[in-house]
């Protein structure tokens, strides 16, 4: 117990620079998100007055204008400038960050067998796995709670039942996202391939929209919380899949590292 206790928090501790830069990123850009609010419903009232005007593509590029009139309300505003933007888009690659070198960096560093020869693999496997799992799930948590908190603080009136319900979502998604890098981590003996291999996942996802039959493949509404922010509550059907998707990824995850030659 006490040595897969040693390997959890040591992970804790290698990731501790990527955790602190994260933060600080993501806060400077809530922070550039809630300064804007002031000026926002002064542009989308000239946006509104002007869409007539406006060329066709820069139209279909704005989109519907009474759309734009619910970034007056508070609520609609942090929801779709935060979650269903800043944070929301940027999600995957957080994921990607945290669990691409989680095994790969110790197999490129070989630093994988001081681990095999004084620990069972199963001890191995699920310390890493849910040290990083654990690490994704605090910074998540921390960075959907300040939304609502910050705009409070700058006396907004916003409410705090739909980024938690959002927050679901993220946390099913991330899951996902977070065991399908894993796998990439352990497949490949290098950190370089794990993050191609990853970035091509996050580019490929919205491409699938394209296709109708295909564009349940897309995350992205989901991870986003759209269903949520157009008050049509949890998308619970969607969850469901894709936390079974998690827990079969989590299987074939522990599979190959149990299997894998070092």
Do not use: C
């Amino acid at each position: 117990m006490y040595g897969v206790m040693f390997m959890f928090w040591k992970e804790w501790y290698d990731m501790r620079l990527r955790f602190f830069i994260i933060l600080i990123v993501f806060i400077f850009m809530l922070i550039m998100t809630i300064a804007m609010r002031p000026y926002t419903s002064t542009i989308m009232d000239e946006i509104s007055e002007q869409f007539g005007n406006l060329p066709d593509f820069l139209k279909k590029l704005v989109g519907d204008p009474k759309m734009l009139s619910q970034l007056k309300n508070d609520d609609f505003y942090l929801l779709s400038q935060w979650f269903g933007k800043n944070l929301g888009q940027f999600l995957p690659i957080i994921a990607l960050v945290i669990a691409f070198p989680i095994f790969a960096r110790e197999t490129e560093k070989k630093t994988i067998y001081f681990f095999l020869s004084r620990k069972k693999r199963e001890n191995v496997f699920w310390s890493k796995y849910i040290s990083g799992l654990s690490f994704t799930k605090t910074l998540l948590g921390t960075l959907t709670i300040l939304a609502p908190v910050g705009m409070r603080l700058a006396g907004y009136n916003v409410h705090f039942s739909k980024p938690l319900m959002i927050l679901v979502h993220e946390i099913i998604a991330m899951l996902f996202l977070y065991s399908l890098y894993i796998m990439f981590s352990i497949i490949f003996d290098d950190q370089v391939k794990p993050i191609l291999v990853g970035l091509v996942t996050i580019f490929i996802m919205p491409v699938f929209s394209f296709v109708e039959s295909l564009s349940f493949l897309n995350i992205y509404p989901y991870l986003m919380g759209q269903q949520i922010i157009n008050d049509l509550g949890i998308d619970w059907n969607y969850s469901i899949v894709l936390l079974a998707l998690s827990f079969v990824l989590i299987f074939i995850d522990r599979k190959l590292f149990m299997t894998k030659e070092f």
